[in-house]
């Protein structure tokens, strides 16, 4: 376990294990959390001007039994789980909240007796979350629900536009010291004309009538802020990372519940936004994801904003070296299947521990603008043969997926292997059905043959 007092950490990996293997009990101020919100969608993003997919969020039952078996059990939550599986069914919502309760449980436990929570999330899923975060913080430690407004170009002409996301705020216990230090918006414009920019004072007398407001000889500084934030969104064409969230929106929920020096804690960290925000605010903070070009991102924006600080970040889970990697397929094949798995932009590990049926990961890959090509991965961390790669491109057909990444390292590949990829043809006379992705290409920067290279910003 790293150093407790070590500032500034960034992992690779699933926030579930990585808080469970590196981060102590009661041990960080402020968690913000922004997670997959069940929204069916597939994630792209330019990077570089190709277009990759960053996260598939959609969920499948097997995925997260689990998850839910693990919550399930827990005298406090069994209820909530038993209800939601009556009212939902064993499909795609109850993995996705099984999966979400299983990671928040572990929040609360990393959380101290004094911080604060804020569970990101939208309209289809917050109702439910909210009945799971009364179940693990507790109904009376719900703080407030905030509604982020932005505007947006939405579809659909029979609704109303869907321009807002959800902030459900907690805070661990009761306590008095707690950080929360008061926001201010400006005073509306008939309460300027009454008043001025002075401060107001009122009150009440001893029988509780209200006394009429004064205006004090010093200035105000606004009124305390509400519950409904209007911040514009990033515009796509400035995104780092699909998803990605407003500085100013995270810099304001830091600056109100954290203080200098504290230590803020995302676990589903994307591009690193509240990274970017906590350190300008002179707070300490962890992140974590699971996406290996997330934390690419991270490590760029992290360079391009504050000089030399990433020299000093503790980065662990993700090999930089060949040697490294090596260590790790040696150490934990599990985690080095992971992270292998995820190499190529747009391919995600599974979500399971187990890989299903020789599949370790799975990607979408754009063709073109409209059209996607599914693509699966596998990975072997120890020797590797002709046979393998034929039950892999079985593997492949069976899953229902156009391609397939076969990766190892390039020591082991045979020429019997290369052939065996070479057999199992072509995709749309274009791209080979079957290709074998060395970790050492990686580390050279190379990327395998597939639409996302050739897929252009239109
Ligand atoms: C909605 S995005 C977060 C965006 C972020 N707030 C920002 O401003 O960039 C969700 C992120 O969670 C990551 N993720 C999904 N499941 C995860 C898990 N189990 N552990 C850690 N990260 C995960 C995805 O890779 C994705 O980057």
Known sequence: MPDQATPNRLYFGDCLEVMAEYLADESVDLIYLDPPFNSK???????????????????????????????????????TMEGLRRILGEGGELAYLSYMANRLRECHRVLKRTGSIYLHCDPTMSHYLKVIMDGIFGKQNFRNEVIWHYRKWSTGKYAFQRNHDVLLFYSRT????????????????????RFGSKRIVSGYDERGERLPSQVADEDSEGVRLDDVWDISRVPPIKQLYPTEKPLPLLE???????????????????????????QNLGRRWIGIDVCVQACKVIQKRIEGHFDSLWDDIEFVGMPKTLEDARALAALDPFKFERWAASLVPGMEANKKQRGDKGIDGRGRLPIRKGEFVDVVAQVKAGNTNPSQVQAFNEA????????????????????????????????????????????????????????LANFRRP
């Not at 306590?175 to 309460?191: D, G, H, K, Y």
């Not at 304001?252 to 906590?278: E, L, Q, W």
Request: glycine share 8%.
């Open 396 to 451: 492949r057909r069976q899953a229902g997926a156009e391609l397939g990444v076969f990766t190892c390292f390039e020591d082991k590949v045979t020429s019997g292997m290369r052939n065996a990829a070479v057999n199992s043809g072509q995709f749309k006379d274009n791209w080979p059905v079957i290709q074998i992705y060395t970790i050492e290409d990686y580390f050279l920067g190379r990327l395998p043959d597939l639409p």
């Open 252 to 278: 304001r929920i830091i600056k109100a519940s954290s203080n200098p020096g504290d230590v803020v804690f995302d676990p589903f960290c994307g591009c690193g936004t509240t990274i970017h925000a906590a």
């Open 174 to 193: 009761k306590v008095r010291e707690r950080a929360f230090n008061q926001l201010f918006m400006p005073r509306t414009a008939s309460t300027i004309k």
């Open 41 to 79: 969608r597939i994630y792209n993003a330019f990077i570089g001007g190709a277009q990759w997919v960053a996260f598939d969020d959609t969920w499948r039952w097997y995925e997260a039994i689990d998850d839910f078996h693990a919550v399930a059990s827990e005298v406090s939550l069994a209820p």
